[in-house]
Nanobody
Framework: QLQASGGGVVQAGGSLRLSCAAS????????CAWFRQAPGKEREFVAV????????WYAGSVQDRFLISRDNAQNTVYLQMNSLNSEDTAVYYC???????????????WGQGTEVTVSS
């Protein structure tokens, strides 16, 4: 089970940190990712991190602004979001799977989503 938190309303240019806590599983066995879904749009890839945290991969739209990290001892993955703009407004979902990929369907475990609203 994955539980995402940390969403909220933030002004453009601000920052938020999302968290995703895992329970009931050996968290370090999973590749973890963040996806997001804006109103009226399909869910899209944001970032992914390997089991060890040694490699990360970002969507071009968030590269250099967002940072994905994980703490396997705490069974938690994070998404630090900086320089937020209105296009970042979406529900953010954490996901876990076995492959290091940006493909949505490759992830079998999903959190419930946390909403981020960026106001101008």
């Amino acid at each position: 089970q994955l539980q995402a938190s940390g969403g909220g309303v933030v002004q453009a240019g601000g920052s938020l940190r999302l968290s995703c806590a895992a329970s009931g599983r050996t968290f370090a066995n999973y590749v973890c990712a963040w996806f997001r879904q804006a109103p009226g749009k399909e869910r899209e890839f944001v970032a992914v991190i390997t089991r060890s945290g040694g490699s990360t991969w970002y969507a071009g739209s968030v590269q250099d602004r967002f940072l994905i990290s994980r703490d396997n001892a705490q069974n938690t993955v994070y998404l630090q979001m900086n320089s937020l703009n209105s296009e970042d407004t979406a529900v953010y979902y954490c996901a876990a799977g076995s492959r290091y990929t940006n493909t949505l369907n490759a992830y079998g475990l999903w959190g419930q989503g946390t909403e981020v609203t960026v106001s101008s």
